[in-house]
């Protein structure tokens, strides 16, 4: 075939009889084996895109061919295939589209033929309307007619997903006046869709990509809209909850389209088949989907040409809908209430036009009602129905901070504004039992709050006030978590009245002693659990955090050095909050962490340190390891979300605190009072030192690898470390340095120049330290600590020595008094770790 190809391409007009010759031999090679034709088209290669006039008007020919062939039924499906490939080539005119659809239209029947033929009848009309939407033009009636009649009958999903994507460009770039009924026939007549994919289905396509492609055509121009409109509204009736939700998404996608003066001879039954599918929904999809799809139409008409005048669209569609649901609301206590104000919320929420009508219209009758009635049940479902204006009113006209929405309007509830606050105010400090009343009060103020200037200064104030005593003094759950949730999303959006009116009572609700804690008890006050639990919801805002620091500080303070303080519950539970809140502040990425940790730790750490250096060495709460762990956890929060050049300062001033012994960074309360030397890294020191080792061995596991770490020679430090770690009586202390050493070989072994110790010293000293029998049992165990976070180290930087050491570690597992402890030690190896070596604490792992 290539060769016949280039003789017949080539041929110059003295060769004309070898190039007849060709041309015979490729026709007859075709008419034997359809399948050729695409061989043909490939063949043809370079010569289709060529710009030599004489090649090109020898690819014309193809077309002629292909076209004439079409006559042929046997060879369809074939030279369709050809004809989509020819018709993605840059010489493929426009001339020689029209000619080629034409043909098609003229000798294809398309629904006589199986799928795959007519898929790429589908395909062919999508390329030339692609690129050469200009010609087709020329034939518009005629190709939009045809085009009709391919698809009659069309029932393959694949073929239908392709043609509706077609109609959508066929409305848009042709006349489809003189067929607009044939084409939405031809394309209603898939309303509603039913296609199920069958369990094996290798294509994909679901019924919603059906439904979608069928809805975009429906709502792709308005000529649709004196067909559709009916047929949609009957659709509606349907028994079907399926069939139902496409009608309604359907219209909704259409009302734009189609336009107010489309819309209004059907306003009546539009509201007819929404409301009953509100009034009675069997699920709360299907109600949501009307009541979307009233707004829409409300919407819509509210830009009608007469709006405001005697024939208002609008004020027509609006009528009946408010004197049905007013109907219901004069018992608001009963089921079609409720649905009676999401009905008004959706249609106010509308627009502008639609929310002032329907507030005139409603709002002083509610009022009323509300006024006259006697019963808490009644009360509440009226208050349910405000809230849902005050709902609307935020969505159409923004809340408070908003500056996207129109200055221009105001809300018109805004007339009502005074009589609502009383409503929500007295429901508050309602003193019957019926707390669902008080609950309305609550949402009702804060959805007042919430609005864009409708609240004055003094009026968000007072409710503030409301939600804190709330808080701090009801004995409702419910209420107390609406009131608190309430605070929290006001201090995001208003920080300053929160931390006025809010943060004070709270910190003042807060033990400062053990006498305190002891009084709280006697007179039930708020646990302090409960009032840091509402510290941490409403203190995520940064500056109101900053507030919050100091706060909590200084109870800690003040408890710690209360003489008859004996638990540190309480202050653990006050640094907690420090730590959720830090934690909240680094997963959004707050850019004022590295201030804490220059401000924050140093504090924490003079708390903790400060007991260990007094003369007398009796107990005192921040010695606990609990809250060595806290602080522990706050600095490592602090340290892994700040760069290397913060570390960088930082790290100078904990190896000033913890290796040379110098407080003079701490707070002067520490050093006014220090008696004795603090050195934390000795397995001589006092045990509250010893144990506030873990702060040290926290911060080195925080470094990021960039980070230089203020020492001479590190080999030797390290070495220091290690000696420590074995020697001592004290495991916290143990297992704090073990960490610390398997931190430093592992991140800053930089070009490996700890690598002559790691093998040569370190690794070969311990085993022989963990095989002494005549050492101490306890020596061996802390050898083999030490051992067993080494391997860790270097098994997870790939070095070679890390899998010798894993493989001796198995070989102590059937050593006497050992082998749990380095079977254990070996599920430390293999596995992660929650705070040490981690991705999140920058370790080397590859």
Same mark, same amino acid.
């Given at each position: 075939?290539?060769?016949?190809?280039?003789?017949?391409?080539?041929?110059?007009?003295?060769?004309?009889?070898?190039?007849?010759?060709?041309?015979?031999?490729?026709?007859?090679?075709?008419?034997?084996?359809?399948?050729?034709?695409?061989?043909?088209?490939?063949?043809?290669?370079?010569?289709?895109?060529?710009?030599?006039?004489?090649?090109?008007?020898?690819?014309?020919?193809?077309?002629?061919?292909?076209?004439?062939?079409?006559?042929?039924?046997?060879?369809?499906?074939?030279?369709?295939?050809?004809?989509?490939?020819?018709?993605?080539?840059?010489?493929?005119?426009?001339?020689?589209?029209?000619?080629?659809?034409?043909?098609?239209?003229?000798?294809?029947?398309?629904?006589?033929?199986?799928?795959?033929?007519?898929?790429?009848?589908?395909?062919?009309?999508?390329?030339?309307?692609?690129?050469?939407?200009?010609?087709?033009?020329?034939?518009?009636?005629?190709?939009?007619?045809?085009?009709?009649?391919?698809?009659?009958?069309?029932?393959?999903?694949?073929?239908?997903?392709?043609?509706?994507?077609?109609?959508?460009?066929?409305?848009?770039?042709?006349?489809?006046?003189?067929?607009?009924?044939?084409?939405?026939?031809?394309?209603?007549?898939?309303?509603?869709?039913?296609?199920?994919?069958?369990?094996?289905?290798?294509?994909?396509?679901?019924?919603?990509?059906?439904?979608?492609?069928?809805?975009?055509?429906?709502?792709?121009?308005?000529?649709?809209?004196?067909?559709?409109?009916?047929?949609?509204?009957?659709?509606?009736?349907?028994?079907?909850?399926?069939?139902?939700?496409?009608?309604?998404?359907?219209?909704?996608?259409?009302?734009?389209?189609?336009?107010?003066?489309?819309?209004?001879?059907?306003?009546?039954?539009?509201?007819?088949?929404?409301?009953?599918?509100?009034?009675?929904?069997?699920?709360?999809?299907?109600?949501?989907?009307?009541?979307?799809?009233?707004?829409?139409?409300?919407?819509?008409?509210?830009?009608?040409?007469?709006?405001?005048?005697?024939?208002?669209?609008?004020?027509?569609?609006?009528?009946?809908?408010?004197?049905?649901?007013?109907?219901?609301?004069?018992?608001?206590?009963?089921?079609?209430?409720?649905?009676?104000?999401?009905?008004?919320?959706?249609?106010?929420?509308?627009?502008?036009?639609?929310?002032?009508?329907?507030?005139?219209?409603?709002?002083?009758?509610?009022?009323?009602?509300?006024?006259?009635?006697?019963?808490?049940?009644?009360?509440?479902?009226?208050?349910?129905?405000?809230?849902?204006?005050?709902?609307?009113?935020?969505?159409?006209?923004?809340?408070?901070?908003?500056?996207?929405?129109?200055?221009?309007?105001?809300?018109?509830?805004?007339?009502?504004?005074?009589?609502?606050?009383?409503?929500?105010?007295?429901?508050?400090?309602?003193?019957?039992?019926?707390?669902?009343?008080?609950?309305?009060?609550?949402?009702?103020?804060?959805?007042?709050?919430?609005?864009?200037?409708?609240?004055?200064?003094?009026?968000?104030?007072?409710?503030?006030?409301?939600?804190?005593?709330?808080?701090?003094?009801?004995?409702?759950?419910?209420?107390?978590?609406?009131?608190?949730?309430?605070?929290?999303?006001?201090?995001?959006?208003?920080?300053?009245?929160?931390?006025?009116?809010?943060?004070?009572?709270?910190?003042?609700?807060?033990?400062?002693?053990?006498?305190?804690?002891?009084?709280?008890?006697?007179?039930?006050?708020?646990?302090?659990?409960?009032?840091?639990?509402?510290?941490?919801?409403?203190?995520?805002?940064?500056?109101?955090?900053?507030?919050?620091?100091?706060?909590?500080?200084?109870?800690?303070?003040?408890?710690?050095?209360?003489?008859?303080?004996?638990?540190?519950?309480?202050?653990?539970?006050?640094?907690?909050?420090?730590?959720?809140?830090?934690?909240?502040?680094?997963?959004?990425?707050?850019?004022?962490?590295?201030?804490?940790?220059?401000?924050?730790?140093?504090?924490?750490?003079?708390?903790?340190?400060?007991?260990?250096?007094?003369?007398?060495?009796?107990?005192?709460?921040?010695?606990?390891?609990?809250?060595?762990?806290?602080?522990?956890?706050?600095?490592?929060?602090?340290?892994?979300?700040?760069?290397?050049?913060?570390?960088?300062?930082?790290?100078?001033?904990? +190896? /000033?605190?913890?290796? $040379? #012994?110098?407080?003079?960074?701490?707070?002067?309360? @520490?050093?006014?009072? &220090? *008696?004795?030397?603090?050195?934390?890294?000795?397995?001589?020191?006092?045990?509250?030192?010893?144990?506030?080792?873990?702060? +040290? /061995?926290?911060?080195? $596991? #925080?470094?990021?690898?960039?980070?230089?770490?203020? @020492?001479?020679?590190? &080999? *030797?430090?390290?070495?220091?470390?290690?000696?420590?770690?074995?020697?001592?009586?004290?495991?916290?202390?143990?297992?704090?340095?073990?960490?610390?050493?398997?931190?430093?070989?592992?991140?800053?072994?930089?070009?490996?120049?700890?690598?002559?110790?790691?093998?040569?010293?370190?690794?070969?000293?311990?085993?022989?330290?963990?095989?002494?029998?005549?050492?101490?049992?306890?020596?061996?165990?802390?050898?083999?600590?030490?051992?067993?976070?080494?391997?860790?180290?270097?098994?997870?930087?790939?070095?070679?020595?890390?899998?010798?050491?894993?493989?001796?570690?198995?070989?102590?597992?059937?050593?006497?008094?050992?082998?749990?402890?380095?079977?254990?030690?070996?599920?430390?190896?293999?596995?992660?770790?929650?705070?040490?070596?981690?991705?999140?604490?920058?370790?080397?792992?590859?």
């Amino acid at each position: 075939m290539d060769r016949l190809i280039s003789t017949y391409i080539l041929a110059q007009t003295d060769s004309q009889e070898q190039a007849d010759a060709a041309i015979q031999d490729i026709v007859k090679d075709v008419g034997t084996s359809p399948a050729k034709l695409l061989s043909l088209v490939q063949g043809l290669g370079e010569y289709l895109t060529s710009d030599e006039a004489f090649v090109r008007s020898k690819v014309n020919v193809l077309v002629e061919f292909y076209c004439d062939r079409l006559a042929d039924q046997a060879c369809v499906p074939e030279l369709l295939k050809g004809l989509v490939a020819l018709s993605k080539f840059d010489k493929f005119t426009g001339v020689d589209c029209v000619k080629v659809v034409k043909a098609i239209l003229a000798l294809v029947n398309v629904q006589t033929y199986q799928q795959t033929a007519r898929h790429y009848v589908f395909l062919l009309f999508e390329s030339v309307i692609n690129r050469h939407t200009q010609n087709l033009r020329s034939m518009s009636s005629d190709f939009v007619f045809g085009f009709i009649q391919c698809l009659d009958g069309e029932k393959d999903p694949r073929n239908l997903l392709l043609a509706f994507q077609l109609i959508k460009k066929i409305i848009r770039e042709f006349d489809i006046a003189q067929h607009v009924e044939d084409l939405f026939e031809v394309t209603f007549c898939y309303f509603p869709i039913t296609f199920r994919p069958p369990p094996d289905d290798p294509y994909g396509i679901t019924s919603e990509h059906l439904k979608i492609g069928l809805r975009d055509c429906l709502s792709a121009t308005p000529y649709f809209a004196k067909f559709a409109l009916p047929l949609l509204l009957e659709k509606l009736s349907s028994s079907s909850g399926s069939a139902k939700k496409d009608s309604m998404e359907t219209i909704a996608a259409c009302v734009p389209v189609y336009g107010s003066s489309a819309l209004t001879p059907y306003a009546e039954e539009l509201w007819s088949g929404l409301q009953n599918e509100i009034f009675h929904a069997t699920g709360d999809e299907l109600e949501q989907v009307a009541l979307n799809t009233l707004q829409i139409i409300t919407t819509e008409l509210s830009m009608g040409v007469n709006l405001g005048g005697s024939n208002d669209p609008l004020e027509k569609f609006l009528r009946p809908i408010i004197a049905d649901c007013m109907t219901q609301l004069q018992q608001p206590e009963l089921k079609l209430a409720k649905p009676s104000g999401k009905i008004l919320k959706a249609c106010a929420m509308a627009s502008d036009p639609a929310f002032t009508s329907i507030t005139l219209a409603t709002i002083p009758t509610l009022l009323s009602q509300y006024t006259s009635s006697e019963q808490s049940t009644r009360k509440k479902a009226l208050l349910d129905v405000l809230l849902d204006f005050l709902d609307a009113s935020r969505a159409l006209y923004g809340s408070a901070g908003d500056s996207k929405h129109d200055a221009d309007f105001v809300t018109p509830p805004l007339t009502f504004k005074d009589r609502f606050f009383e409503l929500f105010t007295n429901a508050i400090m309602s003193s019957n039992e019926y707390n669902a009343l008080r609950l309305a009060g609550v949402k009702g103020l804060h959805g007042m709050i919430l609005l864009r200037e409708f609240l004055s200064e003094t009026e968000i104030s007072y409710s503030v006030r409301y939600f804190v005593n709330i808080v701090l003094e009801d004995p409702d759950v419910e209420l107390q978590e609406t009131a608190l949730n309430s605070l929290a999303s006001l201090a995001l959006i208003m920080p300053n009245v929160i931390r006025t009116m809010a943060l004070p009572p709270l910190f003042e609700m807060l033990p400062s002693s053990q006498s305190d804690m002891e009084v709280d008890t006697v007179i039930q006050k708020k646990s302090p659990e409960y009032i840091l639990n509402a510290v941490t919801k409403i203190g995520l805002e940064p500056t109101l955090f900053a507030d919050i620091v100091p706060h909590i500080l200084e109870k800690v303070d003040l408890v710690s050095s209360d003489p008859h303080s004996s638990s540190a519950t309480y202050p653990i539970s006050l640094l907690t909050t420090l730590l959720v809140l830090l934690r909240k502040k680094a997963e959004l990425k707050h850019s004022d962490i590295p201030q804490y940790l220059d401000q924050l730790v140093p504090r924490l750490l003079g708390m903790c340190i400060f007991p260990t250096v007094c003369a007398d060495d009796a107990d005192h709460i921040m010695k606990k390891p609990e809250i060595l762990d806290v602080v522990a956890r706050i600095t490592r929060i602090l340290m892994i979300h700040v760069d290397a050049d913060v570390q960088n300062e930082f790290i100078k001033a904990i +190896f /000033a605190i913890f290796v $040379d #012994g110098n407080l003079s960074v701490l707070p002067s309360k @520490v050093q006014d009072v &220090q *008696q004795v030397p603090f050195t934390p890294l000795r397995s001589d020191s006092r045990v509250s030192q010893q144990n506030a080792s873990v702060l +040290f /061995a926290t911060v080195i $596991d #925080g470094c990021r690898q960039q980070v230089t770490l203020p @020492v001479e020679n590190l &080999q *030797q430090f390290t070495g220091s470390l290690v000696e420590v770690a074995i020697k001592t009586a004290n495991t916290t202390q143990r297992a704090a340095l073990s960490k610390t050493v398997a931190t430093i070989l592992n991140k800053f072994n930089k070009a490996n120049v700890l690598q002559p110790f790691i093998s040569q010293t370190l690794v070969p000293e311990l085993h022989n330290r963990i095989l002494q029998e005549h050492a101490s049992i306890e020596e061996r165990e802390a050898a083999l600590t030490m051992y067993i976070w080494v391997t860790k180290a270097m098994v997870l930087s790939t070095s070679a020595i890390g899998y010798d050491m894993a493989g001796e570690l198995m070989n102590i597992f059937s050593v006497p008094h050992l082998g749990k402890t380095a079977a254990d030690g070996f599920k430390l190896v293999i596995g992660e770790q929650q705070y040490v070596l981690t991705k999140e604490t920058f370790a080397v792992i590859r």
